[in-house]
């Protein structure tokens, strides 16, 4: 089966920065990745999607980029900002029927 | 729209007793899933209905736990008997019309068993 991992579990960035949030997948064959956020007590928000036939996307302040010859995935957030603070997970479609969810990067933001 | 709602938004029970969580999908959605989310193995896809059919169960853990969607507006999970390790936050969520749609979760059902 699928799976996805993180590279970091805690991000630390000052208001302003841009940060990068990496996501690595073992599924040569996945087309469709996306990045949620979870606020603390909330479930997770959708945030950005990508598929396979596209190396990069951009959404507001957000651009995710896909480098399928080494199936790693990134989350870039432009100017960071503290409501920018909450835990990150890739996700990718497996089989085209499921999500497999990665273990999470925990993005702190300090002003 | 009120987004998807579960209850109880909080759950204290012993050990042994049965569970049963609940969710309101978003109106018009007809994919249903149910998540579990702990420290340990994160977020886990345990089932998911496709207008009110189970389609894959495979990520329910063991027989103690069964998932219902009579209608298209209801869904429970079930536990019992329940036991310390079922201790996570439940999430329930919804899609439009496929599974890789946007999934809209809920706010979650935190369940403590002792």
């Known amino acids: 089966g699928e799976s996805v991992g993180l590279h970091l579990p805690t991000l630390s960035v000052q208001e302003g920065d841009n940060s990068i949030i990496n996501c690595a997948y073992s599924?040569?064959?996945?087309?469709?990745f996306i990045w949620y956020k979870q606020e603390s007590g909330k479930g997770p928000q959708f945030i950005i999607d990508?598929?396979?036939?596209?190396d990069k996307r951009q959404g507001q302040r957000v651009t995710v980029l896909l480098n399928k010859t080494v199936k790693h995935l990134s989350l870039q957030i432009a100017a960071t900002q503290p409501g920018d603070s909450a835990v990150y997970f890739c996700?990718?479609?497996?089989?085209?029927?499921?999500?497999?969810f990665g273990t999470g990067t925990r993005l702190l933001v300090s002003p | 729209d009120a987004g998807v709602i579960q209850s109880p938004r909080h759950e204290v029970t012993e050990m042994g007793q049965e569970v049963t969580l609940r969710c309101k999908p978003i109106s018009g959605h007809d994919y249903l899933f149910w998540y579990r989310q702990t420290m340990m193995r994160g977020l886990e896809l345990l089932i998911y209905?496709?207008?009110?059919?189970?389609?894959?169960d495979s990520g329910m853990p063991e027989d103690r736990f069964s998932a219902k969607m009579p209608n298209a507006s209801f869904s429970t999970l079930k536990i019992q008997p329940s036991e310390p390790r079922d201790s996570a936050v439940y999430f329930c969520?919804?899609?439009?019309?496929?599974?890789?749609?946007?999934?809209?979760f809920g706010p979650g059902t935190r369940l403590t068993v002792l």
């Open positions: 990508i598929r396979s036939n596209m």
């Open positions: 599924n040569s064959a996945s087309d469709y």
């Open positions: 996700a990718v479609l497996e089989g085209f029927q499921k999500l497999v």
């Open positions: 209905f496709n207008n009110n059919v189970p389609i894959d």
């Open positions: 969520a919804s899609s439009l019309t496929s599974p890789w749609d946007e999934q809209f």
